[in-house]
C-alpha cells in the first residue's frame, strides 16, 4: 500500500470514529456540528492534506463567523495555506486574524503575534529575489538575511563573508532535503515525533505567554527609572580618587635619599621607583592605579589630604609594627635589647598580659609569638644597639626602662617608608543617570517580572477548576484467624 493510499485509510478512520463520537454526543443532546468539523479540519493540517484543511477551515469562517473560535480558524487556515506554498493566500489569512478579527474572540494564546510573526515569514516568500530553489521551493534572499539574523552573535561572524554565506546556505539546503525526506517518509505520522512537536509547542506557547503577560508588562518606563535614581542617589555615590604612584623603602635614611632624587627637575618618579621601590609594583614605575578614599584609611591622611596633584609628598611611615621590648643593660651609649613583634596592637597586649602574669617567661613567648623572623629564633635578641640601629621609638622607649624591665604598653612603630606622587585628583560625586540607568531599569523589570508572575499565576489558580482526588485509604489489617475458628 502506497503512502498516500495508507493516510487516505488512516483519515478515513478517524472520520469514521469522529462520526461515531459525533453519533454518541447526538444520542445524548450534547452534539457540537462545529467542533466535529473543527477536529476533521484539525486532523487534516496534522496529517498533511492541506487542500481539505483549507476547504474545512474556510467553511468554519464562513459558517460560524460568530464563533468563539473564529480567529483560531482565520490563523490555521493561513498556516494550512502557507504549508501549501500559497504564500499569498497565506498572508491575507494571516491579516485578517490581525485586522478583520482583532477583537473577535478565540481560544489560541498569542494568537496576533503569531500572526504578524506568520505575515512576515509569507512576505519573505513573496519576495521573488531568489537565494536557491530546491524541488521548486524557494529561499529568497529576505528569507537567507532573517536566517542568518538570528545566529548569535559570537557565531554569526563567519558566515558573514561570502564563504561563510555559501556554507550557511549549505546548512540551509541540507536542513531542507532532510526535512523534505522525512516528510516523505512519514516521519510526521510517528506518534513518538508528533508527542515531541506537542511538546515543544507546549513549551513554546508558554514562553510566548511569559513574554507577553509578564515581560512585555513589566518594562518601566524612563521616568520611572529617573525618579528612581533621584529617590536613592546616594547608592550610586563615587567616593574621592587619586591616581598615584609610590616608592617603597626599607629605611628612613634610604628614604630620605631617593626624596632628594625625586625633587630633582630632572628626575623620573616611574624610574626611581623601578630602580629603588622594594614594594610588588616597582615594576610598573610604582604604579598604585586608581584608589578610593577610604579604601585605606591609614593612607587617606597621605593621598587625599597632604598631597596635591602633581606634587611629591615627603616621607610617610607605613607598615605598623607593635613590639614589646625588654631592656637588658646599658653599655654607654648602646642598649643590649630583646623585644617581640607583632602585627597587631591586640595582639601585643595579650603579650604583655601574661607577662605581667609571669615576667620570667619573655624569652619563650617571644619566641613563641614575635612575627621578627630576624630575633624569633634567638629569643628577639637585639644584641647591643645604638639609635641609629633601631627605630627611634623603639630606643627611646627602652631608654627609660630600668635593666630587666620591659615596656608596659606595645611600641608602635613603622617598618617602611613611603614617598607618593599623586598624578590625578576625582572629587567625590554621584554616577550620572546614564551610568546606572539600565542597571536601575534591570532591577524595576526583575522586581516587576516577579509580582506579575506571582499574579499571573494566583489568577490562573483562582480562576481554575482545580481537583486533586483524594486516595482510598487502606483497609485496616484483619487480625489473624486460627485453625480452631478463634482469634
Known sequence: MSLKKLLTAVLALSLLLMSSLALAAEKKKAANPEELMYQIAQLNLNYQQYAEAIAAFTDLLDIYPKSKQVKDYAYYLGLAYEHSGDYQKAAAAYEKVVTLYKDKPGQLALADSLALEAVGRCFNKNFK?????????????????????????QYRAQFENEAGKKQFMERLVQKKLLYDEAVRTGIANDPAINQQLDDNRYDIMIRGLYNKEVTLKSQPAEEEVKKNYQAN???????????????????????????????????????LAMKFSVSDNSHRGGDMGQLNR???????????????KGKILSITPISPKYAVVKRIKKDKSKLHLRWMVFNTEAEAKKAVAELKANPDQFDSLAGKLSVDAATKDKAGDLGLVDKSQVDSKIFAAAGKLKDGAYTQAPVKYFTQ????????????????????????????????????????????????AITYPEETPAAPAQPEQKEDGKK
Do not use: H
Open 233 to 271: 542617589k546616594n547608592n550610586y555615590k563615587i567616593a574621592e580618587q587619586v591616581k598615584a604612584r609610590n616608592i617603597i623603602l626599607n629605611t628612613r635614611a634610604e628614604a630620605e635619599n631617593v626624596l632628594k632624587l625625586a625633587k630633582m627637575k630632572k628626575s623620573f618618579f616611574d624610574s
Open 294 to 308: 577610604g579604601d585605606n584609611p591609614d593612607l587617606d591622611q597621605a593621598l587625599f589630604v597632604k598631597t596635591p
Open 129 to 153: 529575489e531568489y537565494s536557491v530553489i530546491i524541488n521548486g521551493q524557494p529561499i529568497t534572499k529576505l528569507e537567507f538575511d532573517a536566517k542568518l539574523e538570528k545566529v548569535p552573535a
Open 417 to 464: 617608608y613611603a614617598i607618593y606622587k599623586i598624578e590625578e585628583k576625582t572629587p567625590a560625586g554621584f554616577k550620572t543617570f546614564d551610568q546606572v540607568k539600565g542597571q536601575i531599569s534591570g532591577q524595576l523589570q526583575r522586581d516587576r517580572q516577579k509580582a506579575n508572575f506571582d499574579n499571573l499565576l494566583n489568577r490562573l489558580k483562582a480562576e481554575a
